[in-house]
């Protein structure tokens, strides 16, 4: 069973509205959670990481949050752009060292 | 990121044939990963190395061997490819010296077997 599960799957925004995807892990403990970009045919690019002592981390436009007593993070974008369409992956990195657990991710698709 | 780089960036071969899939990285980083991603699934780890002489299995390491040839290469093989491993092969490079420990991905390397 995947120790990372994110939702929704897919969606689509319109250009310049905000959207918030979600993440539920439950490995633990964990040492960082990292939320990553993946556009189409590129390699993961990372956005965020936040230890288990962190509560947000901004990166421009994105935004995560982190609840380590819920085990839920979430990634805000505001204003989304064009640019902004790609799968966003949610990361657990099980300990100091770990492999890392990988969500599926949330494929997002902004519209003109 | 260029500074990892992947080839073939795309392949198709037939089932029963050898593959090697190789990395580079000029960012001078000692661990290097090769993960396969798949449609619906989160990356899977398949081989890892923290150095030349370090070689480690991963999750999903049967039907795959690794060579780590210099500290700034790592290939991935595919002894006797099957049609299941088709998918996106991505290498990735950290540098344990980092605070995270972050990963930097290349473009990866779409495989298809037929």
């Known amino acids: 069973k995947n120790q990372v599960e994110q939702s929704p799957q897919s969606l689509i925004i319109l250009e310049g509205k905000n959207c918030t995807l979600q993440c539920n892990y439950t490995v633990s403990p964990f040492s960082n959670l990292r939320w990553y970009k993946q556009d189409t045919g590129r390699g993961p690019v990372s956005l965020t990481i936040m230890t288990f002592s962190e509560n947000t981390k901004s990166n421009g436009r994105y935004t995560a949050t982190l609840d380590a007593d819920t085990k839920q993070s979430s990634l805000h974008i505001t204003a989304s752009q064009l640019s902004d369409s790609a799968s966003y992956i949610c990361?657990?990195?099980?300990?100091?060292?770990?492999?890392?657990?990988f969500g599926a991710g949330t494929q997002v698709v902004v519209t003109p | 990121d260029a500074d990892v780089t992947q080839t073939p960036r795309n392949r198709i071969t037939k089932t029963g044939k050898r593959i090697m899939l190789e990395c580079s990285q000029t960012?001078?980083?000692?661990?290097m990963y090769w993960y396969r991603q798949d449609p619906g699934l989160g990356l899977r780890l398949i081989y890892y190395?923290?150095?030349?002489?370090?070689?480690n299995k991963g999750e999903i390491s049967d039907g795959y061997s690794v060579s780590r040839q210099a500290q700034a290469k790592f290939s991935l093989s595919l002894e006797s490819a099957i049609p299941n491993q088709t998918a996106l092969y991505f290498c990735?490079?950290?540098?344990?010296?980092?605070?995270?420990?972050?990963?930097?991905f290349g473009p990866g390397t779409r495989l298809t077997v037929l």
């Open positions: 990361v657990v990195t099980p300990d100091s060292w770990g492999k890392l657990q």
């Open positions: 990735a490079t950290s540098d344990y010296l980092s605070s995270y420990d972050e990963q930097f």
């Open positions: 190395s923290f150095d030349v002489k370090d070689i």
């Open positions: 960012k001078g980083h000692d661990r």
